[in-house]
Each structure stands twice: as C-alpha cells, then as structure tokens.
C-alpha cells in the first residue's frame, strides 16, 4: 500500500460494497408498509399469487435469523462471494466473511494486502476488519467502524437510503417488492439446495418502490430517484424460491445501473439460528470520520468524492 490515500479509498470503497452485500443479502427496500398488495387491508382481494406470497413474507419474518450465502457483483466495479448468519428481528444484525473476487474493488483490496474481510452489522454501524498489512497504515487498527449516521451525512439522500434499509433490510423484503410491484408470476416447481421448492419471478420499478417503503423526508426520496436515474437503474428483476414450509431458500435480483450490471444472489438456510455480534474493541478500531478528515479521496470508479457513498459508486 503506497499511502495513506490508498488507505481511505480502500476504507471507503469497503463502505459501500459491504454495504451492497448486506442489502443484497438480505433484501432493497421495505416496500410492503402501507401497500394494500402486501397488508391486505381495506377491500383488496389478494390473487392465489398474492396470497402465497403474503404467507412466505411472514413465514420468512417470523423466522428471525438465517445463515446467508451470497455472491454479489457490478459491472468491472466489484464481485464477491459473502457466507455467514444474520438476524432481522430488531434490526440488521449478525457477521458475514467476505471475499472480493473481482473487479477494481479487488485490485484495490489486494494492493491493500487482502482480498478478503469480516463485515460485522450492528443496529447503528457496522465493522470491517482488515488484513495485517492495512492496519500498518491505521495505527496498528484492523477494525473500521461505519456508523450509519455518518454514512447517512456524507452520501446525501443515497447515504440516507443506504442507511435506512441497512436498519430494516430483512431477507422478505424482497417478497414485499414482489408483492408491491403488481408484476409477479409462478414459474414452476425446482429442486434448489436439495429442497422442493417453488419458483416465483417479477420486475419491480426501483425508483417507485424506494419511495414506498423507506422513511425518507420527500426531500431525500426526489434526490435519491434522480441519483437512482443518474446511476441507471430503472427496474429490478426479481426471482425468488420458496420452500414447503413457506420460507424463502433463494433470492436472484438482477438490475442495470451506469456502472454496469448488478446481479446479486442469496442462500438461505438454518432459519432460527443463533447470532450474535458485538462491536469489536474500541482499541482495535477507528472510525471512518476520522479517517475522511483529511479531505477528499478517489472514488472506486477513479473519479474524486469527498466521502460520498452513492449507490452508483
């Protein structure tokens, strides 16, 4: 690692991939509150779809906590491979391994003396823990702590969005968009990681749905749909498995952004498993703030961001 510029890229860099990784894992935007598609409140009469659907949304909620396996990647931007358990019940939680497969972010990582990292999520903040090399670069600190607020702060509506669906994002949430979105089909029965399941496909409009379901000021959801249109993404195609026992088991999500394709993938399994995760020692950490103090830093696509984490970047 050559400075400690490279350092802040990285850390930032980090911020918004780790961050892509719990989301993808664990769904985009809560779009089932005060959706009559999704409640079945008033009049609305739910299809036979529907109807299934609303069941394996609260199955899936009810169920608390899941081991995740999930590969996510963005154009020549990123790809990576995430395994590890996570709870929903009052907030995102839990500890993923990840590992940069590809892409400029893992070109970066491995100049950084790693291609590989521990994302730890807390309600508030969550933690990466960095190799031994990039610690020699941050005071002998393998932890950098992301708070949400101050992701919230320098990423402008993205950032709050980011940190809105980091606080709520749970693995259902992807039946809610497909419940949302009036655009949803069966495609027949699979067999997926030795389960019996169900096959069940839509297309969701992304900007619309982030409007929906987030508790973003109007302010901040018109700055985030135009970010959203600057960065290209329109709609997001989403398939989902579901199992006998109405739970999901697998969640593909496809969508085009300016900087190319996202495509994310999740596994679930072990559902009511136990997690834990705690803030790492205060001693072994330091905090992004303090790391962007210095002033603006390169940005994962080359260009200059003064700590911005977008969802485009």
């Not at 490279?6 to 509150?33: E, F, H, N, Q």
């Not at 669906?165 to 699979?190: C, F, H, I, R």
């Not at 018109?222 to 709609?235: H, N, P, Y």
Request: aromatic content about 4%.
């Amino acid at each position: 690692m050559k400075s400690t510029t490279t350092v802040r890229r990285v850390s930032l860099s980090v911020a918004v991939v780790a961050a892509l990784t719990g989301v993808a894992a664990c769904g985009s935007a809560d779009s089932g509150k005060g959706d009559s598609k999704a409640s079945g409140a008033g009049t609305v009469h739910l299809s036979p779809v529907a109807a299934v659907l609303r069941d394996v949304e609260q199955s899936t909620d009810k169920a608390d906590s899941a081991k995740v396996r999930a590969t996510t990647s963005m154009g020549d931007i990123m790809a990576m491979n995430a395994d590890g358990a996570l709870t929903w019940g009052n907030g995102l939680k839990g500890n993923l391994d990840i590992t940069y497969t590809g892409g400029k972010l893992a070109d970066a990582m491995r100049k950084a003396g790693t291609s590989h990292m521990e994302a730890r999520y807390l309600p508030d903040a969550y933690y990466a823990k960095m190799s031994d090399a990039f610690a020699q670069q941050t005071g002998g600190k393998h932890w950098v702590k992301y708070d949400f607020d101050y992701l919230a702060k320098v990423g402008g509506a993205s950032g709050a969005y980011m940190k809105d669906q980091l606080q709520t994002s749970t693995p259902n949430q992807s039946v809610k968009m497909l419940l949302a979105s009036g655009d949803v089909k069966k495609v027949g029965v699979e067999t997926v990681d030795g389960q019996h399941t169900t096959h069940y496909a839509g297309t969701v409009d992304v900007a619309a749905l982030a409007g929906k379901g987030s508790n973003l000021s109007a302010d901040q959801l018109t700055a985030l749909k135009q970010q959203l249109k600057q960065s290209g993404i329109t709609t997001d195609a989403i398939d989902i498995w579901v199992n006998d026992q109405n739970l999901l088991v697998k969640k593909s999500e496809k969508a085009a952004t300016a900087n190319g394709t996202l495509n994310s993938t999740a596994h679930y399994s072990d559902y009511g498993v136990a997690v834990t995760a705690e803030a790492p020692p205060a001693a072994d950490t330091m905090d992004i703030a303090d790391m962007m103090k210095s002033g603006g830093v390169s940005s994962p696509s080359g260009g200059t961001t003064s700590g911005g984490t977008g969802l485009s970047s």
